[in-house]
Structures are given as C-alpha cells and as structure tokens.
C-alpha cells in the first residue's frame, strides 16, 4: 500500500467515520444538517431547523454561564473542540468530540457556524460522504500537510491565499518556516512537534509568518493521521484565518490590545486583579508637542513596559494615554508589589524624543473586584488616586468612593425636578475688549436654582447629567433662554458645545432650527468645550464648517487644559482662543506659564484668531494680561455673572 493511498484512506476515514455535520447561525439558530448527525440524534431535518442548539442540551448547561461564553467565543472568532455532553431527541444522553468552526465572509464577519462532531459513545459510524466533506472543509478551511517530520506534503487554496504563497514554493519546506525564529527555538515549540508525532492532537491559536514576514493569525487544529497499524504517518493541519479578528482587537500604534479585548477577557477566569495605569504627562505632551511626538511618547513607553513586564500579564491600551494590565494569578498584595516597585525604578528614567528627554509619572489603580465590577473599580481608583496625588492606589470601600454615587443619584432627581419646574436658568458672563475698553460680549453659564432658591454652580449637577441622559435636555434650555436673551440686543454672546452635543442629531437640529428662528446668527459664537474626541471626530470639523456658513464664530474653550495643540487650532479655523484660567492665574509668578501664553499669542496672531484670557479675578492679573498683548479678558474682576445684561 503506497503513502499516497494511505493518505486518501486516512483522509476519508477521518471525515466519514468520525463527523457528523450541523450549521448555525450566529445566534444558536440551526440552519441545516447531514444525515449523519439527524441519524446520530434521532431527528428528522424540519424538526430542528429554525430552532436553538440547546435543543441539544440539558436544561442546567443552557442556562449557565458556560453555555453563554460557549457562544461567545465562537461569535467572537474563536474555534471550539473538546467533548460535550450532549440530548438525543428520546432524551438519553450522547458524548461527542466536536470541532465548532466560525466561518468569515469577505468583509471580515462571522456568519455562519459549522460543526463537525463524531459520536463517541459508540463505535459504530455512518460514513459521510467523503468527496463533499471534503470539499466543504476545503471551501471554508485552510489545509495543510505534513510529514512526522514536520515537512509540508500538501496545501489548499485557501492556506496558500493566507500566506501568500504558491505550492511550490512550500512543498518539501519545514513547518518552521511558518514560525518566528525565537519560538522555533524554544522548549515549547519542540514539545508541540513531540506531541504531534505521539499522536495527541493539539489546538490554539497561533501566530504564523506568511511571505515576506507578513504575520498572520490562525485558529488551528493539527489532527495526527494513523494508517491501518495505528501508527501516525502525517499531521493534518485545519486553520481559519482571525487576523482581522486579532487586529480589530489590537491598538494600531503599540500592538497592545484595546478595551474591547480586555472586556471579552475578563470574563475567562472567575479571579482577577487590573491595574489601570495613567500617564499623567501625556495630554500635556499632546497639547504643545503634537500627534506625532505624542505618539512617540507612548510608543516608547510602551516598550519600556514590554519590557518590565515580561510577558507575564496581558497588557491593553484603552485610551491615548492609558493602559490596563490583568492578571488571574496573583493576590493582590503580589500584584500591587509589582507596579509599585515599577513606579519606583521609573522615577529616574527618561524617554528620549530628540526634542527633549521627559520624566515617566504615572498614577495607577487597582481593583481585585469581582469580574462585573473590575473595570469601573479600577478606573474610579485611578481617578481618586490623581485626584489626591498618590502613586498608585488599590480598590477599597473603606475609601468611600461609593458616596460618590449617592451624590449622583441626588443630584439626578434634583436635575429632574429643575428641568420640569424651569429652574435650570442660564447666567451671562461679561467679556472685556482690552484695546476699545469696553464690554463687548457675555458668555452664557448654566445655573441651577434649588427648590430653595440657592443658585447651584454647574460643577455640582452638569457631569452628572451627562451619565443620567439628562445634559442634552439642559443645553437645550440654554439656548432657548441665551437666544431670546440676545434676540435685540447689539451685544455678541457664546454658548458652551460639548463634543456630545455636536454628534447629537435631536440637538444639532434644535441649535439651527433656533438660529434662524431668533436670527442671532452674527451675534453667535460657538465655544468648543476641549476634549479628546474633539480633536479625532469628522463630524465636529463638519459641524464647524455649518455653523460657519451659518454666519456664526468658533471659539475654543480652556485651550492648553489637555488636548490642544496648534495643528488642532488650524483645523478647527478658530475665530477665538480663550486661554484656560489654569495657566492665566499662575502668570503673575510663573515664567513658564507666561512663555506659554507668549507662544499662544505669537501663533494666533499670525492665524488672525483673538485671544482671551479667562479667571481675571484681581486689577494686578488684568494688568499682566493687557502687559501681554491678550485682546480680550474675561473674569470676575470684570464681572461677576449674573441673570441681566447691560
């Protein structure tokens, strides 16, 4: 019996004596099944098409949350073999070994489920049609063959299309030709080829080099093949492509992976310690470096830490300048150990970008929560650790940072009796011409009047209202009282838009349904509240371009409180800048902060946008600021605001 025959009868052996084939939908719905599997559950076809795979499953499995991620991980990509325990129509229970396969359209998605299962609790098999199957597991699998030596004998279409290569080009080559060099190397890959030719099957994801070091990720499946002495004489290697899957859940610039993997994570083991690390130079970095040099920062950082770490945990990037770390093995008193001696060797350590050398701060959070509750715990403690300037901090109640939600659900009801009984009232900020010496415009300042008559400042109620759906409702009023406030009047006012506010379809229409019903279009200016989306969201460069031809002006709110920079201000075609009172109130006794206004001036002077400086609380900063060359100022020592103009 020559080697090839022997392939054939080991080939068709596997898939008609062993698999017994089913299709889902992505949602558990069967769509279809061979003989062999209605004959090996005892169904007629229309009895189970168009119902759930639990039909297949005691009551107690389908209603776990086993069952649940079961599903999960299979709409997420990820191939599911193992032996189930599984419900024959007459009710008795069967074992199968069964091979879950996502199958992935063109675009990348998942549509269809398609399950290989053999029975065994029975020696005794149906065969299955051998050239069909085959044809089947061809049209949606990557194939590959080796030899016990690790030799490739034979590839699909499919396999070849994922490298890259033709079959010439593989026939005769080593597996490891697939593999990164340092993991050819190593123990593990050796006990991987050990096992293959004892015979043990072996599945996993795996990271595979194509032609031209292009990387590719494949689900795989190597299936030792036996011949007629039970011996093994190749290894048959199923794979499905999920780079696409791997890259959605990847961030672009550090290969870390994002938050959306790190929620799917969570959830695979019961235990599990995070740590949310904040780079607390960062949005500063960004805001008078730049993009490009921002970026550099974090990419850099980021090998700093690979390197610390070493691959001990996995590491995520769920925002510019934050990262998460999760564990499921340590206590937390190990974990905590780890990043606060990590903090300590970082104090010294700099991060050359050519520009200049900067220092590492970091605040980092860490939550040993239950799974549910492991991400906001860590993200509060990281917040409560900025907020009182610790190092790094680990979840507790006993810090009673839970208060903060009896707050929010205070000032949710409050919010809610005020919009009903029209005490949300909007309070008009006067705005000082420097060179004519006169007031010329108001800012428009949400207030809130309690059931007693005290006026609440917006830092107490307006985040909140943001987290209880109740901000967009609260802007609204301010611009019908703003509007018809200055309907008549000869003076030019601003309103305070959020990025949230532009992306709302409801507002948007509302805002220019107003405009030109009150007809303040020349009076109008639009002050963008700064935040990170400001600077990455097309539909805010889209809004401007609107409320421009709209006749109005665009003034950027706080520029340099963390996301600014003046490739942003370009962008945004700014009419005005309002310097943030963080840096305006240190420039009586601070070089650096009068240099930063210096640079802000020198730049918008040649882009012809008027500056404004905010927090002018005393005749010496007004001073300074005129000194300074600053067009506008704006401040309580201008004037406090209130409910009338003058």
Not at 611 to 618: G, H, L, R, Y
Request: charged letters at 30%; proline letters at 1%.
């Amino acid at each position: 019996m020559n080697l090839e025959k022997l392939r054939q009868d080991a080939i068709e052996k596997a898939i008609n004596q062993h698999y017994a084939v089913v299709s889902f939908k992505t949602d558990g719905t069967i769509r279809d099944a061979n003989e062999k599997f209605l004959k090996l559950f005892g169904y007629e076809l229309e009895e189970i098409v168009g119902k759930k795979h639990r039909i297949f499953c005691d009551s107690d499995y389908a209603n776990s949350f086993e069952y649940r991620q079961f599903w999960n991980d299979l709409t997420n990509g990820y191939v599911q073999t193992e032996e189930f325990k599984r419900i024959k129509k007459d009710g008795t229970s069967i074992f199968i070994q069964a091979s879950y396969k996502p199958l992935i359209n063109e675009d990348g998605q998942i549509f269809e489920i398609l399950k290989f299962a053999q029975d065994i609790t029975s020696k005794k098999l149906e065969s299955l049609d051998y050239s069909a199957k085959i044809k089947a597991i061809n049209s949606t699998q990557s194939v590959i063959e080796f030899d016990m030596n690790g030799f490739v004998l034979n590839a699909n279409e499919n396999l070849l299309n994922s490298l890259g290569y033709s079959l010439d080009e593989i026939i005769g080559k080593h597996q490891s030709m697939f593999c990164e060099e340092d993991y050819v190397k190593s123990n593990e890959y050796k006990e991987f080829w050990n096992k293959l030719r004892s015979g043990i099957h072996e599945s996993g994801k795996y990271l595979r080099l194509g032609k031209n070091e292009k990387k590719v990720w494949v689900q795989a499946i190597y299936t030792p093949i036996f011949d007629i002495d039970k011996k093994p004489i190749k290894i048959v290697n199923f794979t499905q492509d999920i780079t696409q899957l791997e890259i959605m859940q990847k961030d672009s610039l550090t290969g870390f992976f994002n938050k959306e993997k790190l929620i799917l994570d969570i959830p695979l083991n019961n235990q599990n310690n995070l740590a949310i690390i904040n780079l607390d130079d960062f949005s500063q970095i960004n805001d008078f470096y730049g993009h490009a040099i921002a970026d550099q920062y974090i990419l850099k950082f980021s090998k700093i830490f690979s390197v610390y770490l070493e691959n001990k945990f996995s590491i995520y990037r769920i925002a510019e300048g934050t990262f998460a770390i999760l564990d499921s093995n340590l206590t937390t008193t190990e974990f905590y150990n780890i990043f606060r001696n990590y903090i300590e060797q970082l104090k010294d350590t700099l991060i050359d970008l050519d520009i200049k050398k900067f220092s590492i701060v970091l605040t980092c959070g860490i939550s040993s929560e239950n799974n549910e509750r492991l991400i906001n715990t860590a993200e509060i403690v990281n917040k409560y650790a900025q907020k009182n300037l610790k190092n790094i901090l680990v979840y507790s109640k006993d810090l009673n940072i839970e208060k903060e939600f009896e707050e929010n659900i205070y000032w949710s009801e409050n919010i809610r009796w005020a919009l009903k009984e029209d005490r949300i009232i909007v309070y008009y900020q006067p705005i000082y011409n420097n060179e004519l010496k006169k007031i010329e415009k108001y800012e428009s300042l949400v207030r809130l009047k309690d059931k007693d008559g005290e006026i609440i400042s917006p830092y107490k109620f307006l985040e909140i209202s943001k987290k209880s759906k109740q901000y967009i409702d609260i802007t609204k009023v301010v611009i019908e009282k703003s509007f018809s406030k200055f309907a008549d009047s000869i003076y030019e006012f601003s309103i305070n838009l959020t990025v949230e506010d532009i992306l709302n379809e409801e507002l948007n229409e509302f805002l220019f349904r107003k405009i030109d019903e009150y007809k303040v279009s020349n009076k109008l200016v639009i002050e963008l509240v700064e935040s990170e989306k400001i600077t990455t969201y097309d539909p805010v460069y889209e809004f401007i371009s609107k409320i421009k031809k709209k006749g109005c002006k665009v003034a950027i709110d706080d520029f340099g409180s963390g996301y600014s920079n003046f490739e942003y201000l370009v962008k945004i075609d700014a009419d005005y800048v309002k310097i943030d009172g963080s840096i305006v109130k240190r420039i009586l006794d601070d070089e650096n902060s009068v240099e930063i206004i210096k640079s802000i001036l020198n730049f918008c002077r040649k882009m012809d946008i008027k500056v404004v400086a905010e927090f002018i609380s005393d005749e010496k900063l007004q001073a300074k600021v005129i000194e300074l060359g600053i067009s506008y100022s704006q401040g309580y020592y201008i004037g406090m605001p209130s409910d009338n103009i003058d």
